[in-house]
């Protein structure tokens, strides 16, 4: 298997993190990375929030991101159309995709909650109206990896056109 491969296959979803902080650096690196994400127009539509104690504790998620060092609220821009909107969503969902897997790849894990888009934590937040919230990401050193969880084979799922 290749590299990028193995790392998209055996990346995992981590609900509990060791308190080893996260180097800025390397973080700022994921981050820089996650902007090579294809987004139409070059609209670069991905804002970061960076949540610290206070709004985590705000926030009240049931396990506080499973004790990740680093949470990451990502938002989306707003756009001047529902289409555009969309489009922006869908470039910031692949902004966060390579966000996961540069940090997989270094060793780190990551948890992406849709807890952010609901409206009181969107006030806690302080998004602006027309932004949308595609994810707080929990991010840190893994303390338990859990076994993949299998996907049915797209085989079934192609269907052929004329
Ligand atoms: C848009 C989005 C929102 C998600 N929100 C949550 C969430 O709120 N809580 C949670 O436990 N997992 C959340 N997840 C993670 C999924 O539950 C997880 O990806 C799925 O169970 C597959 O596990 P894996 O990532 O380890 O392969 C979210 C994933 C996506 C893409």
């Known amino acids: 298997m290749t590299d990028i491969l193995k790392t998209i296959r055996t990346r995992r979803t981590i609900k509990s993190f060791k308190p080893d902080p996260i180097d800025e650096a390397l973080l700022l690196s994921w981050l820089e990375a996650a902007c090579s994400a294809p987004n139409h127009r070059m609209t670069e539509p991905w804002e970061v929030r960076h949540a610290g104690p206070e709004t985590r504790a705000k926030?009240?998620?049931?396990?506080?991101?499973?004790?990740?060092?680093?949470?990451l609220a990502v938002l989306s821009k707003p756009a001047a159309t529902p289409f555009e909107r969309d489009e922006n969503l869908m470039a910031v969902s692949c902004w966060v995709q390579n966000l996961l897997l540069a940090a997989h790849e270094a060793g780190a894990g990551t948890f992406w909650s849709s807890l952010g888009a609901q409206p009181r934590s969107r006030e806690i937040l302080g998004v602006p109206d027309g932004y949308d919230v595609v994810g707080l990401i929990g991010i840190g050193y893994p303390a338990e990896i859990p076994q993949p969880k299998p996907r049915n084979p797209i085989a079934g799922?192609?269907?052929?056109?004329?």
């Open 157 to 162: 799922r192609i269907v052929p056109l004329p």
């Open 59 to 71: 926030l009240g998620h049931k396990t506080d991101f499973g004790g990740a060092p680093v949470v």
